[in-house]
Each structure stands twice: as C-alpha cells, then as structure tokens.
C-alpha cells in the first residue's frame, strides 16, 4: 500500500491550509487521499502531510506537474518540499 509524505515549510499555515483545502477535488482526482496533517512543535509553518495513494505512478505524475509547483508557490510553500514514497 503506497503512502507518500511530504515535509516543507510554509510562510504561513493558516493560509496555506485555505489554499491547501480548496484543491480537494484536484488531490481526490490524482488519487490522493489525505490521511493526515502535522505542524512543528517548535515552528507551525513547517508541515507534514502523510497521504495514501494505491498508483504511484500516477502519484509521481502529479508531484512533478507545473500545476502543483504553481500551487504550492502560491499557497507559500518556501523552498523544495521533502518526499518520500513508503510502504
């Protein structure tokens, strides 16, 4: 069963969950289903997101869209985020 975590810090979560939130429909048709979130102890902004998703192939696809690097660039994702596949 394929899980993917993705770690990044953002400029502000509060407003990063809002645009996070408003793509459900664009994360539920690449196949990911949101297991989890978590924020830093110490520093909020810097988030954990742990998501299932049964084809990795398509999982990869969407990470290495324009589309979600548009996104996160948005949504105030600062720097690369960390991901890792898991099973």
């Known amino acids: 069963m394929p899980h993917i975590l993705i770690q990044h810090e953002v400029e502000d979560f509060a407003s990063w969950k809002e645009i ?50 548009q996104a996160m660039e948005g949504a105030g994702v600062i720097g690369a985020p960390q991901i890792i596949e898991l099973q």
């Open 20 to 69: 996070y939130d408003s793509r459900a429909d664009v994360h539920d048709a690449a196949g990911f289903k949101e297991l989890q979130i978590l924020q830093g102890l110490d520093n909020p902004n810097n988030i954990v997101v742990l998501f299932f998703n049964a084809d990795i192939e398509r999982a990869r696809e969407f990470l290495n869209s324009d589309d979600l690097k």
